[in-house]
């Protein structure tokens, strides 16, 4: 019953827009989280069909149910797996099941329709996520993708090659192809459940939606380098960095939740990840002028955000979350704050930010907030052949959706700190707001942005600051920062 009451107080809370339903479920500290997550998601996504069906049936009255319980609980026993509770909700709710399941029935015959999908508003019925391709992201700290394809193959699956269309995504059964924009990615049909397959329980691959793997993807950082992941549990992006960086380096992953951050430890354990650092702790708070962070030169940032891009959550109609101004404002201050922050480790070259948001609120104004404060840095442009561009006049960077790229709603923005720019720390802010001036950039990119293009564009100032750490070379240091900086605002 524990399940039902959690997923009733859940969606009690993202109705009053006490938080948005992926943080309410992480945050309930409830023991498991998956079949929590589904069963909050497919209630609401069928909410509106749900109370029909309660109130034609006079449910709350004969029970004495509130709303969310009652919703949870119809929704398992009609239209679910059927009820994992006993006792005497479960007679109660038995007791009802015959004039529930033909009340369904009527609601089905009147509008014409056979399957409970087809009940959803055509919007939610296009974007669920059962429709989504079920994307893998191979491990490749423990395998190549040659072999995981081998290994399926063996399997019983069926490879169709390396898709070139969006539409090549669209699979049958059996089916999977290699991604056609991001290598390491499997794409199979939207069924296809891994949970119990030797690969993902060996680690050898990642069950991560195609957007979420773009952050690490289009960071790049080389084997060897020092990268900071901000807002880092439960993990994806992390192993993902670990991957690239092929475990060589200093991967320093931060998080407030102590929670999340033990999730974390057991996927990065499974995952063969060696090279991280975890800290529960604020970002916030990091130091970056601490010594061990000087030869921090990547940051991915992929803080706290609406969720609003999460498919199961697209049944809250838009109108009402961009009512809840109040939130999306807090939270892209939170954002913003974070991105300054991630700018001022003196030796940054790139940091990639991320959120899994549909709203402009929380991606372009950020970043174009974020440039205006800080002039030193600049967009790249990325993939050029990525279907789903930024808002103008942000084209640099990416934006996901179920339409047009398959995948869940998400945005990516990559800064990079530009020729001639100091240690942002030295620098007054400057109040310029030209993002035109940004995003001619000489760089496009069919393929991911490579850590030496910006290597070579470092200037004198910036480059010294990676191997130079002792105090009396650190002040001269400063000191030639500050007259790069004061040179450049001429
Ligand atoms: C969107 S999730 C990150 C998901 C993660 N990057 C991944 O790919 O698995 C945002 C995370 O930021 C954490 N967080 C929120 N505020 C933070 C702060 N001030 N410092 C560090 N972590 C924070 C939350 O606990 C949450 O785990």
Known sequence: MALYVKA?????????????????????????????????????????????????????????????????????????????????????????RSRLQAELARIKIKQKVSRNEDLLPAEVQRSAVDHLPRYVRVNTLKTTVEDAVDYLKRDGFSYQGQASRLEDLTLKEKDFVRDLHLPEVLVFSPKTDFHDHFLYKAGHVILQDKASCLPAYLLNPPPGSHVIDACAAPGNKTSHLAAIMKNKGKLFAFDLDAKRLATMSTLLLRAGVTCQQLANQDFLKVDPDSLQYKDVEYILLDPSCSGSGMVCLLDN??????????????????????????????????????????????????????????????????????????????????????????????????????????????????????????????????????????????????????????????????????????????
């Open 8 to 96: 009733a107080e859940i969606l009690e809370k993202a109705e009053r827009k006490q938080g948005a339903l992926k943080t309410l479920v992480y945050d309930s500290k409830f023991a498991n989280i998956k079949q929590l997550f589904a069963l909050v998601c497919e209630t609401q996504k069928f909410s509106s069909v749900l109370r029909e069906l309660i109130e034609s049936t006079k449910l709350l009255k004969h029970t004495k149910l509130k709303m969310h319980l009652a919703m949870v609980l119809v929704y398992d026993l009609v239209m679910g797996q059927g009820l994992k509770c006993g006792g005497s909700w479960k007679s109660t709710m038995m007791k009802h």
């Open 317 to 490: 109609s838009s109108a009402d979350q961009e009512k809840d101004q109040a939130r999306l404002t807090s939270l892209a201050s939170f954002q913003l704050r974070c991105l300054n922050h991630g700018l001022r480790f003196p030796c940054l070259k790139r940091l990639v930010y991320s959120t899994c948001s549909i709203y402009s609120q929380e991606n372009e104004e950020v970043v174009k907030a974020c440039l205006q404060q800080n002039p030193g840095f600049r967009l790249v442009p990325l993939l050029a052949k990525w279907p789903e561009r930024g808002l103008e006049p942000l084209t640099q960077c990416l934006r996901a959706s179920t339409s047009k790229t398959r995948s869940h709603g998400f945005f990516v923005a990559l800064l990079e700190k530009h020729s001639g720019a100091g240690n942002m720390n030295q620098r007054p802010p400057v109040q310029i707001s030209d993002p035109e001036a940004t995003s001619h950039s000489s760089l496009t990119f069919e393929k991911r942005p490579e850590a030496s293009e910006t290597e070579n564009k470092q200037t004198p100032a910036a480059d010294s600051t990676q191997t130079d750490s002792t105090p009396g070379k650190k002040k001269r240091r400063k000191r030639k920062r500050k007259k790069a900086a004061t040179a450049e605002g001429l």
